[in-house]
DNA sequence: TGCGATCCAATCGTGTGCGATTTAATCAAG
DNA sequence: CTTGATTAAATCGCACACGATTGGATCGCA
C-alpha cells in the first residue's frame, strides 16, 4: 500500500526544512542575504580560508552549486576567491571587512530562531542530533 | 556567539533533506520523476482530481512552483490540468492511466527508503512527527 | 444590477541544486 | 623527464522555489 504523504520522514523533512526557509528568508534579506549564503558565513565564520572543495564538504554541496553562489558573494564584496600558490587546483575564499562584519549583525538571528521553535533547549538539540545521524546514515558510504 | 553549523537545526533539516532527496534521485530517474513530481503523484493517489490550490496547501507550495512544474508532469502524460467548470478560476489536477499505473512502479520505494534509514519503525515515526510539529510551529498563524 | 474587493492560477526574474562534462593542475610510475 | 591517471573547479542545461506582479473569475454589498 502506498503511504500517505504525511506519513512519510521525506515529506516531512522536505516541508520542515521549507518551512525554516521561509523563516529565515525575511530576516536575512535585510542582511542582503540568500540562505544557501547564510550557510556559507556561517562555515566561513567558523574557519575562513576554506577551499570550495572544504566548504562543499561542510555545506554537503559540489562545486557546480558553490561556484556561482560564492561568485555572488564575491560580487557583493563579501568573500574574495584565489587559487592557492601552493596547489593552482584550489581555490581559497576569504572573508573581506564586509563579510566578517556580518557576522555581528546575523548574531541576533540564531536566537530569534530559537525562540520561533517554542521547544526546550534539550528537545530542540536531541531533534538535531536525530536529524544529523538520520541523514549520515543517508549518504553513500563516507 | 555565532554557532557553528553543524550546531544549528536548520542545517540538519537542509543537508538531511538533500541527502534525502539524492537517495530517492536515482529510483525516481527508473520512472522519468524528479523529487517534487513524486510528492505530487503521492498526494494524489490520495486524493485524485485535487485544485492547484489543495496541492499547494498538501505540498506547502505555491502556484509559482507548481504551475510550471504540473505542465510538465502534463507534457509526460501523467497528469491532466483542466479549468473547474463550476468555478473558473480553478484549475483541477487528474491522473491519466499512466500516473495511475506509476502508483504501482513506485510501491517498492517506501520500504527501499525505509530500510536505508536504519531505524525501528516507532523511532522513525517519533521523529517524523516531531519534525512535522516543528515544521508546523514554524509556519506562519494557520 | 453594478462595481470594487477578493480569490485563483499563471507569469516573470533570480538563485539555488545537481547530473554530466570540461579544463587545468598535480601525481605516479616507469 | 614524460605521459597517463587522478583531482579540483568551473561550465552547461534543466528543474525547482519563491517574491512580486498580472489577468480573469467570483463575491459582496450598496
Not at 56 to 76: D, I, V, Y
Amino acid at each position: 500500500m502506498t503511504p500517505t504523504l504525511s506519513q512519510m520522514i521525506c515529506f516531512a523533512l522536505y516541508s520542515a526544512n521549507h518551512a525554516m526557509q521561509r523563516v529565515y528568508a525575511p530576516l536575512l534579506s535585510e542582511l542582503g542575504l540568500t540562505y544557501p549564503q547564510y550557510l556559507v558565513l556561517l562555515s566561513l565564520w567558523q574557519e575562513d580560508g576554506q577551499t570550495v572543495g572544504a566548504l562543499g564538504r561542510a555545506l554537503q554541496l559540489e562545486s557546480n552549486t558553490l561556484t556561482p553562489l560564492l561568485k555572488r558573494m564575491e560580487a557583493q564584496g563579501l568573500v574574495t576567491r584565489t587559487r592557492d600558490s601552493a596547489d593552482e587546483r584550489q581555490v581559497r575564499v576569504t572573508l573581506t571587512a564586509a563579510g566578517l562584519a556580518l557576522q555581528a549583525q546575523a548574531e541576533p538571528l540564531s536566537a530569534c530562531i530559537f525562540d520561533r521553535c517554542a521547544l526546550p533547549p534539550e528537545q530542540l538539540a536531541a531533534l538535531r542530533d536525530a536529524v544529523t545521524a538520520l541523514r549520515d546514515q543517508l549518504r553513500p558510504d563516507v
